[in-house]
């Protein structure tokens, strides 16, 4: 059994009228990349500030590493790293020293903290920088020194909040492999809180989607296109046409053939344009398929599988909520 790092029950927040979060719940086991995804407004940011203690809850409970986020504020962040969108930095102060500094704020003795500043800023891609001013440091350095400044009090959680914001695409790219390869390589918990679809696609493990307070899904990609696309969780589109006239039968009408497909069990919808065909279904059925159309006359001229992405899902969220 997968052992839980994060586990959130029946979590509401509100704002007055404004309900911020509404009846969350939700668990993250050790070592996994979550990925919260939804825009600004859902209730991403409530839920990171409660993961840190820094919010009352107006109902239910957050445990983060087995503690009381709520009720022991200062042992959770003894535990977990934060790197907001935007991090600060003393900019006169060279990366090093900006590392020693945190590291004395976490108690770190000076001589652990030196050799552990030195090595994380290597894991980040930092070395040959470390003696320069930050003030000089791109947008993308200092996002690495943000990581590093997380790093250096060696966490179990790291949470991230919109981290790439302002990144070149090359510099997203860097940062995202080197959230996984240090995730991977040190076991650490990761929430990455963004509205980037296709970041959050890459790294992580699971999503969670969130929309106005709510955890609408979650769960991987695979199972919330299941969830969500249940009438035709998988689509087919294929081109028949007619086998050597060798056969010792002649191939089925294409009104029988329509009817056959219609008798799996699986299929939800089916689209027949002359010899294209579009079959809803809700398991991938591609094997049985081409196998009933071989036998019953005809040839395949090409099958294509709908895969639906994280595109598809997101904005199917939000138009189901839109309409509810």
Known sequence: MDEKCIEINGLTKKYGDHVAVDNLTLSINKGEIFGLLGPNGAGKSTTILSLLGLTALDHGSVQVCGIDATRYPLEVKKKVGYLPEDVGFYNEYTGLQNLLYIARLNDIPIEQAKEDATKVLTDVGLEEAMDNKVGSYSRGMRQRLGLADVLIKNPEVIILDEPTLGLDPEGVKKFLQLIVRLSRK????????????????????????????????????????????????????????????SLNEPPLTINALTHKIKGLKEVEQLDVKENHLVVGSQKDISIALSKLIVESGYGLSYLSKKEYGLDDIYHQYFQVESNS
């Not at 959050?200 to 307070?213: A, E, S």
């Not at 609408?216 to 028949?240: D, M, P, W």
Request: hydrophobic share 45%; charged share 15%.
């Open 186 to 245: 040190k076991g650490i918990t990761v929430l990455f809180s963004s509205h980037h679809l296709h970041q959050i696609q890459q790294v992580c493990d699971r999503v969670g989607i969130f929309v106005k307070g709510k955890l609408l899904a979650k769960g991987e990609i695979s199972s919330l296109a299941a969830q969500l696309f249940s009438e035709n969780a998988f689509t087919l589109e294929l081109g028949i046409s007619a086998m050597s006239q």
